[in-house]
């Protein structure tokens, strides 16, 4: 193998990294703001279903595309995906959101006004 095809294939490899990251943080990310919208929905089921799709389809399709038959370049794309999944799951604990506010109900009975 020479030099230039030597210095490609690494490029390529360190490229696949990279878009494997960004794959990753589109997903756990999506997986993050997914898991607060569901929190505060009357269907969580329907959010988480239709997120998983949506993301599984993302990077499924990245992976294909990204890889492009190579399975060194599927190993590095990988490889960024844990990555990703490492960095976002220290965000998260590391800055957690506040606790979202339930809407303000009263469990007081009801004063009757009269005479």
Same mark, same amino acid.
């Given at each position: ?12 490899? $360190? =490229?696949? =990294? ?8 589109v997903f756990f990310?999506? =997986? ?8 505060? *929905? #009357?269907?969580?089921?329907?959010? @988480?279903?239709? *997120? ?5 389809? $993302?990077?499924?399709?990245? @992976? ?5 038959? *190579?399975? #060194?370049?599927?190993?590095?794309? =990988?490889?960024? @995906? @844990? $990555? ?15 606790p979202p506010v339930p809407p303000a ?11």
């Amino acid at each position: 193998m020479t030099g230039g095809h030597r210095m490609h294939d690494i490029v390529l490899l $360190v =490229l696949s =990294l990279v878009a494997g990251c960004a794959l990753g943080g589109v997903f756990f990310q999506g =997986l993050w703001w997914t898991i607060r919208r569901a929190v505060a *929905s #009357r269907a969580p089921a329907a959010w @988480f279903l239709l *997120s998983l799709v949506l993301r599984t389809l $993302v990077v499924v399709i990245g @992976f294909i595309l990204i890889s492009h038959g *190579s399975l #060194r370049r599927l190993v590095a794309c =990988l490889a960024g @995906f @844990f $990555v990703a999944r490492c960095v976002v799951g220290w965000r998260v604990h590391a800055h957690p959101p506040a606790p979202p506010v339930p809407p303000a109900t009263s469990n007081a009975p009801a004063m009757a006004t009269g005479a």
